[in-house]
């Protein structure tokens, strides 16, 4: 029963196969013999979509000096199926190619598609273009398709605009707006506004017959869509100021970042050794590119917010701040200093200066005992809550100058620098550690790092009184309507204003101080510039030279952080790129010839080599 | 006692003779689909056409081979054959070589291996085996879950290479299981699931719930002789959903679709007790059905999101029609439609198709080298390539049934099935009946491991059929 049952099973099976194979015979019949709809779209024509590309937006200072403009540039294509025989030595020598490039390249032409264009040669010069459009004719199957190349008319700021690149696979994976051959912003500002400068590819469609040729535009161009142009965006930088920054720093390691404390805007951005941008657009970019990164020197490295530095003395002002916020000093307290910091078997020396000295006196010659007893005082006297809660305590506040996080700056890759958990130090010292242990931080040496432009911030919300909005790049976007309003919000640090003044007052004395004082060099007639010196120790070679200053000092224009690497004492070369830096913005021109001369000239890529 | 056999006289010619012709076939629409004026020999060894050439040769010598192999080796060595295809697979997701976006191949030397083609023949091999056993009962659990292991596995192992197309192959040994009489219930309720799948990608939530609501209701009516307390149970249950609704009014405005979730739960509560005190296990059947589906509805549109990849979604949704958009998913078919319309009754000729040829037809050698028959051959060439494969599997069916062991019977039917499925999958997605999930048409598609694969299943079932009188009954 059951079997005879199952056996009627195969008329089912049977009859579901026949029904399917008439529904297909029945619906082949609909589209092959009864609808004419596809006989039409196939005999006379195919859609053809040719994408056009949209200019780049340009980019500008804050004085709308053009940085980034377009240049036209031609890739070559090729449909191998419109090939005729042709003279291979003579399109070598247009092009400037080899034989076997052309072999190469006809063959991977040939096994993508024979009948869709594929690239030939991209990016033909100008001057090959124009002997090539000439001599066209005489290849019949290639044509040549625009596109627009970056170029950049003063060699300046290359860290700070990026390149722009064929997107790679990920991309295209990952976003359907990229197809294979696009360009797309690689780094810097061409990353971070990527969106904005890159426009919207339009299309034109149009109607090919069987044999590839163009026979005009589908449904009178109903379906085409212009490109739109990228949208131009204005910098805060000032492309003069970069200029100089970047000369002051020829044949120097190192940053310079400067702020318009008032806005948050940066005015220059530097990081040496540098290139010329235009290395990294066009056809040699891949070989230019390389290059670059073999070179021990890491020209493509953004130190100025990738470099994490020990901050040295400079982090001596911080430390008085948060000394008198938890009120564990205050501007009378004394300390002496017997050429460093002494107690038990620890000894932590210093420079021969005046003694006993008050804060002011401290910070004007950068007295490391003053800022043991002020760091240990921080730790074990802000309240009876411990070593950890005082501590945390006073991460917080660095925190919140911008030290230890990513401050939100508008580039990618920013870094966020070194201030630890108390857990750090727990794990390392097995919970019994005390105040001694970690009072090289006291002068910016020891487990913390910084960025220069973490530096340049913090400089920015003291120059304020108390506050700093986040170091940005972006001045104006073409088509909206100002920038991300995150860029125009007030963030207060941990420090009350009050604290502020004797602090300045201190830096003011250490340029404008008598003897003693650490950073007269920086000085410059008619502007009271406040600063700090800093040395770090550099145990693989000389010193690196630091400076922190912003000036005038009572409506502060510009805040500054000079890195140099192996420059030895703060006082010796960062004081005065500095001291220069804000000649440069704040008069416009540099008077000093003689004291710019020593900067220009000196070469310290030699004490690099040392190590 | 065993009767010899002559090989000669007992394998079945038809299906040897509807085999060549569709192969030879094959091989003439991959030399037009991507005919080169350079390279115009078809035996042209750097061209597709003269490497298929080669495999059609293997395959000869892979026949050859076959026949000359004792037809009981194959169910002796079902398991083996299944478990070490199920090691290649293994094989293939770790150290595999990605083509196309599926991790399906293995390269060894120049030469390049696709398991999963194969893994459909070593599954029908273990599948024929198991289902053959004496005393076999397939509604026992444990062997319907055995069943589902020895089919899912291999299935699931192809899915996670990203080759969903071929693993949904699997699917068609429901065919088998059906023949082998599996309950048309179970073939309902996976029915069902399909309609319900389509229903919850392309209806809101709610109507979906409601229509199974529906169904529910509908199968509580035909299944009981009383049908008034049927109506009582549906009239229960649509004051449950007033009660409800009043009260999600009055306090918790929620939408009406917690209302209807509210309600089944309760619904589903008091007659689970019913059917409790009655005994009357089709209830229970009923409810586990209802709350199922709702849970299925749930989870399809949570798996849709989260485990097809992108292109996957757009076909389906392309094929519901959610989505329109003819330089995207669509573009394809609409390129395939076009070619295939464009052959019109006669079809432009051999070698005359541009469609194909000129690449506005994707994979036309080999996902889509159906196009290139309509084109050229037009519906008259379409309807003889159908009608020959209708042929073959007819011709197939008969030979099943004609066999004395349940071993060669299920094996011929897993032929029919894969077959089935791949012609009406392929054919199907060029003429927009059926998704984009590329897998080859048999005997024609470009490429050796298919073609092998293909040739392998049949003929291995040509070999056993040709033995059918060595067993005595």
Redesign the interface.
Same mark, same amino acid.
């Given at each position: 029963m059951?079997q005879v049952s199952?056996?009627t099973? #195969?008329y !089912? *099976? &049977?009859s579901i196969? &026949?029904l &399917? %194979?008439i529904? /297909? %015979?029945a #619906?082949?019949?609909s589209?092959? !013999?009864l609808?004419n709809? /596809? #006989?039409t779209?196939?005999?006379s024509n195919?859609l053809r =979509?040719i994408t056009q590309y949209p200019v780049r937006g340009l980019i500008y200072d804050r004085n709308n000096h053009l940085m980034v403009y377009n240049e036209a540039a031609y890739d070559l294509m090729v449909i191998p =199926?419109q090939l005729k025989a042709f003279d291979t030595a003579a399109l070598c020598e247009i092009l400037d190619v080899t034989p076997s490039y052309v072999d190469a390249q006809l063959r991977k032409a040939k096994n993508y598609?024979? /009948?869709?264009a594929s690239v030939f040669l991209k990016q033909v010069s100008a001057m090959n273009y124009a002997q090539l459009q000439e001599e066209l004719y005489l290849f019949p199957g290639f044509f040549t398709q625009t596109r627009t190349l970056r170029k950049y008319p003063d060699p300046i700021a290359a860290h700070v605009l990026g390149y722009v690149g064929e997107v790679n696979d990920g991309i295209v994976e990952n976003d359907k707006y990229y197809k294979s051959g696009d360009y797309i912003g690689i780094s810097g500002i061409e990353r971070a506004y990527e969106h904005e400068l890159r426009g919207q590819k339009g299309v034109e469609v149009f109607m090919v017959d *069987?044999h590839?040729r163009i026979k005009g535009s589908y449904n009178d161009g109903e379906h085409d869509r212009s490109a739109v142009p990228g949208q131009s965006i204005q910098l805060t930088l000032d492309a003069e100021l970069q200029a100089y920054g970047e000369k002051l720093m020829q044949n120097k390691i190192g940053s310079i970042v400067a702020i318009e404390p008032a806005s948050g805007e940066i005015l220059a951005m530097v990081s040496t050794p540098t290139y010329h941008p235009n290395l990294l657009s066009g056809r040699q970019r891949g070989v230019n590119y390389r290059k670059l990164q073999l070179d021990s020197l890491k020209p493509l490295f953004n130190r100025a917010l990738q470099a994490q530095y020990p901050p040295g003395s400079t982090f001596k002002v911080l430390n008085a701040l948060i000394g008198l916020q938890t009120g564990v000093v205050s501007v009378q307290t004394e300390y002496s200093c017997y050429y460093g910091y002494h107690i038990g078997s620890f000894s932590l020396g210093c420079h021969g200066h005046t003694s006993p000295l008050n804060l002011i006196e401290s910070i004007q010659h950068s007295c490391n005992a003053y800022y043991c007893h002020v760091y240990r005082n921080i730790l074990d006297e802000a309240s009876d809550a411990g070593i950890v809660v005082n501590y945390q305590k006073w991460r917080e506040i660095a925190r919140s100058f911008g030290f230890g996080k990513k401050l939100g700056i508008d580039f990618p890759f920013e870094l966020q620098g070194l201030i630890p958990e108390s857990k750090y130090f727990e794990n390392i010292y097995k919970s019994a550690w005390n105040s001694l242990n970690i009072v090289s931080m006291a002068i910016g040496q020891g487990e913390v790092l910084v960025t220069p432009l973490q530096m340049a911030n913090s400089t920015a919300a003291i120059a304020n009184r108390g506050f700093y909005y986040v170091p940005h790049l972006i001045k104006n976007i073409e088509k909206e309507n100002g920038i991300d309003p995150k860029y125009e919000v007030k963030r207060y640090v941990g420090v009350d204003e009050e604290h502020f003044d004797p602090v300045i007052e201190g830096m003011y004395q250490a340029v404008h101080g008598g003897p003693g004082s650490t950073a007269r060099f920086a000085k410059l007639e008619g502007i009271e510039i406040c600063g700090k010196t800093g040395t770090a120790e550099n145990p693989h070679g000389e010193d690196h030279s630091i400076f922190i200053a912003f000036a005038p000092k009572d409506d502060p224009k510009i805040a500054v952080s000079v890195y140099v690497e192996n420059g030895g004492y703060g006082s010796v070369y960062a004081a005065p790129i500095a001291s220069l830096i804000i000649e440069k913005y704040l008069i416009g021109e540099v008077k000093r010839g003689w004291y710019e001369e020593r900067i220009f000239n000196a070469n310290l890529l030699s004490r690099e080599k040392k190590d | 006692m065993r009767r010899r056999i002559n090989i000669y006289r007992d394998i079945d010619w038809v299906t040897v003779l509807l085999y060549f012709i569709l192969v030879i076939m094959g091989w003439l629409n991959i030399y037009a689909a991507v005919y080169n004026e350079e390279h115009n020999s078809i035996i042209d060894l750097s061209m597709k056409y003269g490497k298929q050439m080669l495999w059609i040769a293997a395959s000869i010598l892979l026949i050859v081979t076959i026949m000359l192999i004792d037809s009981r080796f194959y169910a002796f060595f079902a398991y083996p054959t299944y478990l070490f295809v199920i090691f290649l697979l293994l094989v293939v997701l770790l150290f595999g070589t990605e083509v196309n976006a599926s991790r399906s191949w293995i390269v060894i030397g120049g030469f390049r291996l696709q398991p999963g083609e194969f893994a459909k023949f070593a599954t029908a091999l273990a599948l024929a085996r198991f289902l053959s056993a004496e005393n076999m009962k397939i509604h026992k659990f444990k062997n319907l879950l055995s069943i589902a292991v020895i089919i899912f596995l291999p299935a699931a192992l192809i899915l996670l290479q990203n080759d969903t197309g071929s693993a949904l192959v699997y699917a068609s040994l429901l065919i088998v299981l059906y023949r082998e009489g599996l309950s048309v219930s179970v073939l309902l309720i996976g029915f069902f699931a399909a309609i319900l799948f389509i229903m919850a990608l392309t209806l809101p939530v709610l109507y979906v719930l409601l229509f199974i609501v529906f169904v529910s209701c509908v199968l509580l009516l035909l299944l009981f002789e009383a049908k008034k307390d049927v109506l009582k149970g549906i009239f229960f249950f649509l004051i449950t959903v007033g009660v409800l609704y009043l009260i999600n009014l009055i306090s918790l405005d929620r939408s009406f679709m917690w209302v209807l979730i509210a309600s089944v739960v309760t619904s589903s509560f008091v007659l689970t007790i019913r059917a409790l005190i009655h005994k009357i296990p089709i209830l229970f059947l009923i409810i586990a059905i209802t709350i199922g589906a709702f849970a299925y509805t749930f989870s399809v549109d949570y798996l849709f999101d989260n485990v097809l990849v992108a292109h996957q979604r757009s076909r389906i949704n392309h094929l519901l029609g959610i989505e329109s958009d003819p330089l995207g998913a669509g573009y394809n078919v609409n390129q395939s439609k076009i070619a295939i319309g464009s052959g019109g009754f006669s079809g432009k000729g051999f070698l005359q198709g541009t469609q194909t040829k000129y690449d506005f037809v994707p994979e036309q050698s080999t996902d889509f080298i159906f196009c290139t028959v309509g084109e050229e051959w037009g519906f008259m060439g379409t309807t003889v390539v159908l009608l020959l494969f209708l042929m073959l599997l007819i011709r197939l069916i008969v030979l099943a049934e004609r066999q004395r062991s349940g071993f060669s019977r299920i094996y011929g039917y897993a032929v029919v099935s894969i077959l089935f499925f791949h012609l009406a999958v392929n054919v199907g997605m060029t003429i927009g009946l059926a998704p984009v999930i590329g897998i080859p048409l048999p005997f024609f598609s470009y490429g050796g491991s298919s073609l092998w694969a293909f040739t392998a299943l049949l003929f291995v079932f040509l070999r056993i059929d040709a033995s059918r009188r060595e067993l005595l009954r």
């Open positions: 059951q199952l056996n099973r #195969k !089912v *099976v &049977i196969i &026949i &399917i %194979i529904i /297909y %015979i #619906k082949l019949f589209i092959q !013999v609808d709809q /596809y #006989k779209s196939a005999s195919v =979509h =199926h598609s024979r /009948y869709k *069987v590839n | -």
